[in-house]
């Protein structure tokens, strides 16, 4: 089997590396081909990959290449884990949002279109010379924003599913919680990628008994202080949402807490240096313990579960994915992407059945919908307007003069990856 990372270049790909390694007997990797433009860095990380592999006895090969049609030539999956613009315009995504007192962050309101505007058609053209190289393979997307990267991916036609680790880490921490292994975890999780609740937590399997009452019950407060949320707002809601909900339900908390301190991108850019330096060092064998402040939680986990169930090597029956609608939650059109437990295989994900979504949810979630098929609009034609409405339709902004200025100020900052500005 051969599997090929683009942008093996980051430094979250020895977590990746990490995972093959480990769960080798459900993902039997032949040959791990790591892509970047960026030679000296992709160097790096691939030699430390290659001493992953050796210290636990992997017997998989690993390429080192900028040349990304040979990359992919014959791969079975290709993941995507790109970042255009790099941290530099990560940091420009979360501050200039603050200049009009809307959150600034990567994925979400304003700095999450930029990213999308930039991403989108580096993304599909990378999936264009996938489909011409190896048309078979599937691309997973791991490329935030996802649901607007998959949506682009589908809508070309590519074999494409999108990925995120909210679930996956929501899985382990109830576990935990609840003393049972996270095999033994199924998530009711429901929303789009990055706007997701678990309305509920069974033992067993989708058919089994909800114990999230019973978990809010007993370990509400800790869960509710990892999201940084009230308790008593997640009694009234009888739900988990995920950390992202913040931005949407502690708004303006957020943004003064956003100007008074430096950056996530300057954390992070500071923290990679530091990665790359440990990985230089020949004397390095596995994944140092700083990754894990680095982001990205249980990745490798959930990425090989996916490949796997995707060639048809194993991997979870049921996996959290970004996929089509189809009429999973009628109240979204059949082609937008949701993220929602779905049956998985080598045709690809079956969402499964949702319950009916209370409109406190359902309403949100259909507005992020729309702002989602303007960004992709914006992303694929170009144009202030469409930028503008795009911005004028997040739930995060909505006034129009917010919209205008913050329409200007992401043209500015982004001039150079938007080929009509």
Excluded at 127 to 156: H, K, M, Y
Excluded at 319 to 348: C, H, M, S, W, Y
Aim: proline share 6%; with cysteine; hydrophobic share 45%.
């Amino acid at each position: 089997m051969k599997l090929t990372v683009v942008g093996g270049g980051s430094t979250y790909t020895p977590e990746l590396v990490d995972g093959f390694a480990r769960l080798r007997d459900t993902l039997p990797v032949k040959e791990l081909v790591l892509v970047d433009p960026a030679t000296e860095r992709v160097e790096l990380v691939g030699g430390l990959a290659r001493r992953i592999f050796a210290r636990q006895g992997h017997p998989g090969r690993v390429v080192t290449t900028d040349d990304l049609d040979r990359a992919v030539e014959g791969a079975d999956a290709v993941l995507l884990q790109l970042r255009v613009g790099g941290q530099a315009a990560r940091e420009q995504d979360e501050t200039w949002p603050l200049e009009c007192g809307c959150v600034g962050q990567e994925t979400t309101g304003a700095g999450g279109l930029a990213k999308a505007l930039r991403t989108v058609p580096v993304v599909l053209g990378i999936a264009e010379r996938i489909r011409r190289a190896n048309p078979d393979a599937w691309i997973i997307d791991f490329t935030n924003p996802v649901g607007i990267v998959t949506r682009a991916l589908l809508d070309e036609g590519h074999r494409a599913v999108g990925l995120c680790n909210v679930a996956i880490g929501f899985q382990r921490k109830f576990a935990a919680l609840l003393g049972v292994t996270p095999a033994d975890v199924h998530l009711d999780h429901v929303g789009l990628n990055h706007l997701t609740w678990e309305t509920g937590v069974r033992l067993g399997g989708p058919e089994a008994e909800n114990v999230l009452p019973k978990l809010l019950a007993e370990h509400g407060e800790g869960i509710a202080g990892d999201l940084r949320l009230p308790r008593a707002l997640l009694d009234r809601l009888g739900v988990v949402p995920s950390y992202y909900l913040r931005y949407y339900y502690a708004h303006d908390e957020v943004v003064r807490e956003l100007r008074t301190k430096p950056s996530r991108a300057a954390e992070v850019a500071a923290m990679e240096r530091q990665l790359l330096e440990m990985y230089a060092d020949p004397s390095l064998e596995e994944k140092p313990a700083l990754l894990a402040k680095r982001g990205g939680a249980y990745y490798s986990e959930a990425a090989v579960d996916l490949a796997a169930a995707l060639l048809g090597g194993g991997g979870s029956p049921y996996q959290v994915v970004n996929a089509r609608n189809k009429g999973t939650l009628p109240f979204l059109p059949d082609d937008a992407v949701i993220e929602v437990q779905a049956a998985v295989g080598p045709r690809g994900p079956s969402p499964l059945p949702v319950p009916q979504v209370d409109p406190l949810y359902a309403g949100l979630m259909a507005n992020v919908t729309a702002y989602e098929e303007l960004a992709l609009d914006a992303a694929l034609r170009g144009g202030r307007e469409r930028v503008f409405r795009a911005l004028l339709a997040h739930p995060l902004i909505g006034q129009h003069a917010y919209a205008d200025a913050l329409t200007d100020r992401l043209i500015a900052h982004n001039r150079e990856h938007l080929a009509w500005a």
